[in-house]
């Protein structure tokens, strides 16, 4: 059975990619930071159906962490097969008020996590030639976002290490996917008021916001394909197109 980590797996999205592979009988481990109680909550709800998951507390954000991680990751399943760089922050601020310290927190977390944790995977992904990487990125990496310049550059970041680790990895069997979602519904959208989600679902072809279980059932797609490399997957109900 494939080994997965998730990082930032306590909440949102990366709550329900756990969900979804763990009950699809992958080994997961779930990352988590700060949530450590919903870390927990998860770990409970599944125990209940028979199923296991482990938890391990790690700022990926900090190579020093990830590598703890990973050596968790390896001495407890000796194999890695799937990474999900899930793991991120979102701040709305006008660009001209972005401080030096909002930009390097942000990148920090949202692209260089993801060079972190991709690196320090791939020697065992490699020796195995095998192995399956999924940055969860954003719409706005695609399209970029007004009063969110240092997040959207972030998301940009992680498309373009998604395309070009493709083409330098595909040779060793080891795909590398984006996807970039649209409006979902999430903690990071907890700001927008009725009246702006309203607003924002007439230019929804399909009308609504996602659900995070609806971009782990994409994730969880990827992760067994077998031919789908380099591409930067966007469900966002048509809103972008």
């Avoid at 209940?48 to 020093?64: G, L, T, Y």
């Avoid at 970039?180 to 399909?206: C, H, R, S, V, W």
Wanted: aromatic share 8%; net charge negative.
């Amino acid at each position: 059975m494939k080994t997965v980590i998730v990082t930032g797996g306590s909440r949102g999205i990366g709550a329900e990619v756990v969900k979804e592979l763990a009950r699809s009988g992958y080994y997961v481990i779930l990352n988590y930071f700060k949530s450590e109680n919903e870390a927990k909550k998860i770990q409970e709800e599944l125990k209940i159906e028979n199923i296991h998951v482990e938890i391990f507390k790690a700022d990926v954000s900090k190579r020093n962490e990830v590598k703890e991680l990973v050596k968790f990751a390896l001495d407890k399943f000796k194999n890695i097969d799937v990474l999900i760089n899930n793991a991120g922050i979102d701040q709305i601020k006008p660009f001209m008020d972005i401080t030096d310290e909002d930009w390097n927190k942000m990148l920090q977390t949202n692209l260089n996590s993801v060079f972190y944790c991709t690196q320090e995977v791939l020697g065992n992904m490699i020796h195995n030639k095998k192995g399956c990487i999924i940055n969860i990125s954003s719409i706005w990496g695609i399209t970029g976002a007004s009063c969110e310049v240092h997040y959207s550059v972030a998301k940009a970041g992680v498309d373009g290490m998604t395309k070009a680790l493709a083409k330098e990895l595909g040779p060793s069997n080891i795909r590398v996917n984006s996807i970039a979602p649209g409006a979902i519904i999430t903690d990071m959208n907890k700001n927008y008021t009725q009246e702006e989600i309203n607003d924002m679902n007439e230019l929804i072809p399909l009308g609504r916001f996602g659900q995070p279980n609806e971009i782990a059932k994409c994730v969880k797609w990827l992760v067994e394909d077998t031919y789908t490399t380099g591409q930067v997957i966007s469900p966002n109900g048509g809103w972008v197109i």
